[in-house]
C-alpha cells in the first residue's frame, strides 16, 4: 500500500486505522468488518431497524449501518472488540467486560448474532446511567432486536451488572 | 464520488455553492438505508455532522420563541428544555425509531426528505415553524406550511442549506400521538399532533402520515374555536367526537404497504378525539 491509496484514517477502539482501496460512500458497518478486520459488528437488516451493528461514535451509540465511515473521521469510534480489557489491574490480559461476562452467566445468549450490538447499548446505558429503572432498561435496548431469548434473560443479565458494579462502588 | 465532511457553515455552504446537485448528509437515517440498499448512488456528499452551528439550540424568552438547530438530535429534543417548554416536540422526538436513531435523526433531517410520515413535520405544522435556509449569499424564512409540498418535495433550493426552525413557546396542552403496527421502532401508519394557544384561543391540529403533505385541520380548528372557548379548554365528550369525525374528513389517506386509508381516517378520527380530550384542564 502507497500513501496515495490512503483516503481517510478512523479511530476505532483507540487505534488510528486507515482505510484504503475502498469506495467512499461506505458505511461504517462494512468498513469496519471488511476493511478493518473488526467483524464483532453484526450486519443484518442494512436500515437502523435490528441495532445488531450498534457501535459508539464518540458519546453516542449508533447503527454502524447508517454512518458513512468516511464522514466519521476525528470521532472516536469503539466497537464491541474495544470493550474488551487489555489490562486488568495493571496485568496484562484479554478480558472481557462486566456486562460480557453477565450476558454468559445468565444465559442472555442463544443464537448469539444480537448479542454484540445489545453489549454495546447496555455499555453506553450503565455508563450513562449506573441505576436505570426497569422502563429505561427497555427504552435503551428497544432499537436493538433479538428473537431468542425473548429478552427474559437479557434483562437478567442488565440486572446483574447493575447490582455488581453498585457493589463496587459501595 | 466525493464526501465533504464540513466543520463550519460557512464551509458547507461553499461545499453545496461548488456542487449543488450534492446530498446533505445529517445523521445518515435515510441515505444511508438507500445506498445500503443501492436505491441511489451519490456523486457528492456534503456532511454536516461536524458543523456545531447546526446543533445547537436557543430559548428566546423576550420573543417567547425556540431556535433549534436544523442538526439537534431527537435524543436531545425528547428531553428538557423541550419536555417543558415544546412538549409535543418532545413527544414526537420520543417515538422516532430506536435510541440508535435518535442520536443521529434530527428535525433537518426530516425538513431535507419530506416524508409524511416524518414524526418531527406535525408538530412543525402545528405550532406554524419558521423554517430558515442559507446559503452563500442568501438567507431566507419559510413557513413550514409552504415549505413542504409533497411527498417528499420541498422548496429547498439545490445551493440552500436548513439551518433551523423557529418555534414559539405556546400557553396551553400540547399532545402528539401516533398509530403504528407496535409499541417501539416504528413508522407512522397515522398520527396527529394538538396545540392549545391560550393566547388566540386557537386549538390547532396538525395530521401526519395521511396525504401528501403534513395536513393542518383548519376547518376542524375554526369549527372548534365557534363551538368552545378555548381559553377555558374545556371540551366535552360530544366535542371531541365530533372534533375527531371532522379531523378523519380532512385526512387525505392512501392504501400503501404500511396501511389502508380506511384504517387511517379511523385512526385520525380516534386520535384527534383523545387528543383534545387530553387537552381538557
Redesign the interface.
Known amino acids: 500500500m502507497n500513501a496515495e491509496n490512503l483516503i481517510y484514517t478512523l479511530n476505532v477502539n483507540g487505534t488510528d486505522r486507515e482505510v484504503k482501496d475502498s469506495?467512499?460512500?461506505e458505511?461504517l458497518l462494512y468498513v469496519l468488518r471488511e476493511r478493518l478486520d473488526l467483524p464483532g459488528s453484526k450486519g443484518a437488516c442494512?436500515?437502523?431497524?435490528c441495532?445488531s451493528c450498534?457501535v459508539l461514535l464518540d458519546d453516542?451509540?449508533?447503527?454502524s449501518?447508517?454512518?458513512?465511515a468516511?464522514?466519521a473521521?476525528?470521532s472516536t469510534i469503539t466497537t464491541v472488540e474495544g470493550l474488551i480489557s487489555d489490562t486488568v489491574m495493571g496485568e496484562t490480559a484479554r478480558t472481557i467486560s462486566d456486562v460480557q461476562a453477565a450476558f454468559v452467566t445468565e444465559g442472555a445468549v442463544q443464537c448469539g448474532f444480537c448479542t454484540p450490538g445489545l453489549i454495546v447499548?447496555v455499555h453506553h446505558l450503565l455508563d450513562k446511567n449506573p441505576s436505570p429503572s426497569d422502563i429505561e432498561v427497555k427504552?435503551?435496548i428497544?432499537?436493538?432486536?433479538c428473537r431468542c431469548t425473548g429478552y427474559g434473560r437479557i434483562f437478567a443479565a442488565v440486572n446483574a451488572v447493575i447490582e455488581s458494579r453498585g457493589k463496587i462502588q459501595k | 464520488?466525493?464526501?465533504t465532511?464540513a466543520t463550519n457553515l460557512a464551509d458547507a455552504l461553499a461545499a453545496l455553492r461548488a456542487t449543488p446537485e450534492a446530498r446533505l448528509?445529517q445523521?445518515?437515517?435515510d441515505?444511508?438505508?438507500e445506498?445500503?440498499?443501492n436505491h441511489y448512488?451519490?456523486e457528492h456528499?456534503v456532511?454536516l455532522?461536524?458543523v456545531e452551528e447546526l446543533r445547537s439550540f436557543s430559548i428566546q424568552e423576550d420573543k417567547g420563541e425556540i431556535f433549534i438547530g436544523s442538526g439537534v438530535?431527537y435524543?436531545t429534543l425528547e428531553n428538557d428544555p423541550f419536555l417543558t417548554l415544546l412538549p409535543a416536540l418532545a413527544q414526537a422526538s420520543r417515538t422516532v425509531?430506536?435510541?440508535?436513531?435518535r442520536?443521529?435523526g434530527s428535525l433537518g433531517g426530516n425538513l431535507g426528505t419530506c416524508s409524511p410520515a416524518g414524526d418531527g413535520l406535525p408538530v412543525l405544522s402545528a405550532l406554524d415553524a419558521i423554517v430558515h435556509l442559507r446559503s452563500v449569499d442568501d438567507s431566507r424564512d419559510v413557513l413550514f406550511h409552504d415549505f413542504m409540498t409533497g411527498v417528499k418535495r420541498n422548496t429547498r433550493k439545490p445551493d440552500e442549506i436548513i439551518t433551523g426552525v423557529t418555534v414559539p413557546i405556546l400557553n396551553g396542552f400540547q399532545g402528539y400521538s401516533k398509530v403504528g403496527v407496535r409499541n417501539?421502532?416504528v413508522i407512522s401508519v397515522a398520527s396527529a399532533c394538538l396545540a392549545v394557544d391560550k393566547a388566540t384561543a386557537q386549538v390547532r391540529l396538525a395530521l401526519g402520515a395521511v396525504g401528501p403533505t403534513i395536513i393542518r385541520c383548519r376547518d376542524t380548528e375554526q369549527w372548534l374555536s365557534a363551538q368552545v372557548d378555548v381559553t377555558a379548554s374545556v371540551f366535552s365528550n360530544a366535542a371531541a367526537k365530533e372534533f375527531g369525525r371532522r379531523a378523519a374528513l380532512e385526512a387525505r389517506p392512501i392504501d400503501d404497504h404500511r396501511s389502508t386509508a380506511e384504517y387511517r381516517r379511523h385512526a385520525i378520527s380516534v386520535l384527534a378525539e383523545r387528543l383534545l380530550l387530553k387537552a381538557n384542564s
Do not use: H, Y
Request: glycine content about 12%.
Open positions: 469506495w467512499v460512500g458505511s442494512e436500515q437502523g431497524e441495532g450498534t453516542d451509540a449508533v447503527c449501518c447508517l454512518v458513512m468516511a464522514t473521521v476525528d447499548a427504552e435503551a428497544s432499537g436493538n432486536i | 464520488m466525493t464526501v465532511v448528509l445523521g445518515g437515517t441515505t444511508m438505508v445506498i445500503n440498499f448512488k451519490p456528499i456532511a455532522r461536524k438530535p435524543q425509531g430506536s435510541p440508535q436513531i442520536a443521529a417501539a421502532m
